[in-house]
């Protein structure tokens, strides 16, 4: 059933939430004008998180200027606390579009250039691998177009509390026949790739990868609340996530190396601003930016292989990390990411055209929940900006 549908039904969805003894399982939205928004993001979320039923839920929506987030369950086992704005959770690989959004500015300042190559941006001393005469480049990293393998080979490191990795285990990885196809013929989401952009931007900028996206992505947008570490004060309010088995799994730091493709922690209220940022698409500041960000780079067609990039209804074409998803019946055109990490799944889509978007997070690492927040998603977007 659509979510059209159940706003349609509301005398029925009602009456099937008190059937289970509840009113509305979320907290109380933040304030919003549009009512309409408002009862189409409960309904999403009620039936998400009564489905899915993971331990806890946000969902925040953003249209045509109004946002609405709805928080459900209890961010860690025992908290009694629900979810809201400000309660900060690990991204995932949603990480990987604030990577290309830094590239994006880099390129609209004259930085780097999207055809540059990795040899000539990373700066270590390695022998970056070939195949076929093809060299790899920033774009081929940015579109998983590399031919590199999804992961580098990273050893272990004991009891160490830490999303491994180090600059060792990614040299040790560039072998000769590391690539698995000529860079830019074919899509293999690769996580290694995604750290090597991030470990290029920040040798061209001359700076920690950390201060640049600072610098370039998160202070423009006016983010406040997405970052790499937490500190002592921030694990209070941040999701904990859950492993398939139900058990609750501890904070871990994220290693410097693994910071292009995964490791940012941010809030409903920080992505729905930085959603904002896009869907402001004719502001002057930013522009040429906003512009690069929001282009399709590599369409699906003639490429091969393409792997690792369907799971949210079918990858389309590429952008600087950005999922494209073509127009199809009412569904407008869509950028989307999905991010999955230490147990919290999440999801960021949005119609550049139509002024919506929308992040949705569980803290369990649950199929179901991820295939259901992902349809709901589609369909929010679909029914409140229908092409």
């Known amino acids: 059933?659509?979510?059209?549908?159940?706003?349609?039904?509301?005398?029925?969805?009602?009456?099937?939430?008190?059937?289970?003894?509840?009113?509305?399982?979320?907290?109380?939205?933040?304030?919003?004008?549009?009512?309409?928004?408002?009862?189409?993001?409960?309904?999403?979320?009620?039936?998400?998180?009564?489905?899915?039923?993971?331990?806890?839920?946000?969902?925040?929506?953003?249209?045509?200027?109004?946002?609405?987030?709805?928080g459900f369950g209890e961010i860690a086992d025992g908290s009694g606390k629900e979810p809201d704005g400000d309660t900060l959770m690990r991204i995932g690989s949603i990480t990987k579009v604030f990577c290309g959004a830094a590239l994006a500015s880099m390129v609209?300042?004259?930085?780097?250039g999207f055809a540059d190559t990795l040899q000539d941006r990373l700066g270590w001393d390695v022998k970056i691998p070939e195949r076929d005469g093809k060299s790899i480049r920033l774009i081929d990293l940015v579109t998983h177009a590399s031919g590199l393998p999804r992961e580098a080979e990273v050893k272990a490191a004991g009891d160490s509390p830490t999303l491994m990795g180090s600059k060792a285990d990614y040299i040790a990885s560039l072998t000769p026949d590391a690539l698995l196809f000529p860079p830019g013929t074919g899509i293999l989401y690769s996580?290694?790739?995604?750290?090597?952009?991030?470990?290029?931007?920040?040798?061209?900028?001359?700076?920690?990868?950390?201060?640049?996206?600072?610098?370039?992505?998160?202070?423009?947008?006016?983010?406040?609340?997405?970052?790499?570490?937490?500190?002592?004060?921030?694990?209070?309010?941040?999701?904990?996530?859950?492993?398939?088995?139900?058990?609750?799994?501890?904070?871990?730091?994220?290693?410097?190396?693994?910071?292009?493709?995964?490791?940012?922690?941010?809030?409903?209220?920080?992505?729905?601003?930085?959603?904002?940022?896009?869907?402001?698409?004719?502001?002057?500041k930013d522009a040429e930016m906003r512009l690069l960000d929001h282009a399709i780079y590599l369409p699906r067609d003639g490429l091969s292989p393409v792997f690792g990039l369907d799971e949210t209804g079918g990858m389309d074409a590429m952008g600087l990390g950005w999922v494209v998803q073509n127009a199809d019946g009412n569904m407008p055109l869509i950028f989307n990411k999905t991010g999955g990490l230490q147990g919290q799944f999440s999801y960021v889509a949005f119609a550049p055209s139509r002024g919506i978007g929308v992040f949705v997070s569980i803290n369990a690492f649950s199929v179901a929940g991820f295939d259901a927040m992902a349809k709901a998603t589609n369909e929010l977007i679909a029914e409140l900006a229908p092409r």
């Open 1 to 70: 059933m659509t979510i059209a549908g159940l706003t349609m039904r509301t005398g029925l969805a009602l009456a099937f939430i008190a059937m289970l003894g509840i009113s509305m399982l979320g907290a109380p939205s933040a304030r919003a004008e549009d009512k309409l928004l408002a009862e189409a993001v409960d309904f999403a979320g009620t039936f998400i998180y009564l489905g899915a039923k993971p331990p806890g839920l946000i969902i925040g929506v953003i249209h045509n200027g109004e946002t609405v987030v709805r």
């Open 108 to 112: 609209a300042d004259g930085k780097v």
């Open 191 to 284: 996580n290694f790739g995604f750290d090597l952009l991030a470990q290029a931007l920040a040798n061209a900028a001359g700076k920690p990868y950390a201060d640049l996206l600072k610098e370039r992505v998160l202070d423009p947008a006016g983010l406040k609340d997405t970052r790499f570490d937490l500190t002592d004060a921030d694990k209070v309010r941040t999701m904990r996530g859950h492993n398939f088995d139900g058990s609750q799994l501890p904070f871990l730091e994220t290693a410097p190396i693994i910071q292009g493709a995964g490791g940012l922690y941010s809030t409903a209220n920080d992505i729905l601003r930085w959603l904002g940022w896009h869907l402001d698409r004719f502001a002057a």
